[in-house]
């Protein structure tokens, strides 16, 4: 369970994350979704330690990230699918991931056939596709058979097959119990297998409901993308009229 | 590319397993090796400084062998201008190799604690560096024989000090390169990085030692020692990473006129600040700031 309560980030004077408290639960599938510039990126790097919160706490079943005793068994993390040096192969970079934790070689060889990675394991992750950067992103979140798992746009720049297969993962990782928070822009794509989404806009909390739930209590939505359009519209029309300093009316999304 | 659906993530139940103590310090010393012996780069570096040791003695003792007085071991330091600089960068790469190309998300949500992470890359370091300084060493007395057999000298490495001088060379090199990791660590941005450490230990030397050339009188008078300009700049050059860790393979001489005589150990020390002081504020900078 990722459990994050008031949390703020600022830098400097913006704040990129605002008061922002929501709840991904253990066995559900949590979608994690807002514009670009949302702080969705800035909220899951709070959550695994890479930068602290300026007020409020995240947590991971009860304990911040730092205190995970041994947080590759806890939390799978996949960030950026450029968090690779592009001079090692895909089999060293988890390798050197899986010894930090004393997991066995054979824990590698397994993530790598689970990400269909084995015929391109001994080549230099700089030659990588984004696609299969991707998929050596989710075999390292995958590293240490964790409880919970934390992936920022896995689907990005996968192929047709490879987003049936995310879908299919995350939805067999929540029914073992696990809890899975996952960004992503394909509106479609999180319909069909988050349980429940959070929808942030300008850091702040716009919705937070099941799927079903969010899409009934839109008016005249007839799908979970309607329904975020109409959400997110006033944070997007907002940064928009923010770049163009010309800008007369705004006609985009004025709903109200 | 098709991929299989996860069917061994079902092995094991969520959340149920504990396995081991997490990232250890040996755990973490363990992966960082992993990381510098899956570079291509350091395997290149390590080359290249043998390489170098090598042919800089064998040439500088070869040109030398025509003097009456020969000492093929006064030749035995003349690869030093250069070769620590293989080592050093390769002490860079290390430091920045996270930031630089996003690493550091991997390493350290695995290693939330950072700290053990930049202490495993010192002891990675030195232990690879010292094996590449022991063989560039070995390699420089190689590139000594040669003319010590054209002039028909026996080869004595055992006495007057040689070993004294064999040990400085191999740990003023693996300074070197320990030296880099710490501006590396503290800088993040390998262009960067390369460019200052350069600069204070090669391009500064020479351009003090140009500047002071040009400023003094020639004509002048010499008894009286040294023009305080000329010693303002020895001493300088003494202090840098390279003069100090020069001192250290020249254990019979009492540094160059003008500047104080640190002698082998304190050139020694001087050097330890250079990798000190930049690591300090490498750990300050990983501990207190957000990785982003």
Redesign the interface.
Known sequence: MIEVESLTKRYGTVRAVDELSFTAH?GAVTGFLGPNGAGKSTTM?VV?????PTSGTATV?GRR??D??????A?G?M??A????????AF??L?????????SRKRVD?VI????LESVAGRRAGTFSL??GQ?LGIA?A?LG?P?TLILDEPVNGL?P??VL?VR??VR??AD???TVLLSSHLMHELALCADRVVIIGKGRLLADAPVQEIIDRSTGAASLEDAYLQLTADSVQYRGRSADDSATTPTAGSTR | ??????????Q?????????????FA??V???W??LT????SFLLAAATVAVSWALTYVSANASSVDPGFDPLSSLTSGLVLSPLGLMILGVLVGT?EFS?????????????RLPVLAAQVVVTAAFALVVALLAVGAAVLGIVPAAGSREINLDLTGDGTPLVLAGMTLYLAGMALFGLAVGALLRHSARAVVTAVTVTLVLPIVLMLASDLSTDPMAPAESGPPPAEAVVNTIVTLLPSGAGSLMTTPDISGIEGAPDLGPWGGGAVLGAWILVPLAGAAVRLRAR???
């Open positions: 253990s790097r695994v330690g890479l930068e602290r079943d990230y730092a995970l005793a041994a947080p590759l068994h939390v993390v960030l950026d450029r968090s690779v040096h592009p001079g090692r192969t060293r970079h390798l050197a991931q899986a010894r930090t934790h004393g997991i397994e056939g689970m990400t269909g696609g299969m998929r390292g995958l058979d409880g192929d097959d490879g297969w299919r993962l067999e990782l073992e119990g696990r | 590319m098709s991929a299989p659906a996860a069917s061994s993530a079902t094991v139940p969520a959340r149920g397993r504990t396995a081991g103590r997490g990232a250890t755990r973490v363990a992966s960082e992993t990381k899956s570079l291509r780069s190799g190309t996003g690493t550091f998300r991997s390493t350290f949500t695995a290693v939330p604690r957000d990785v982003t």
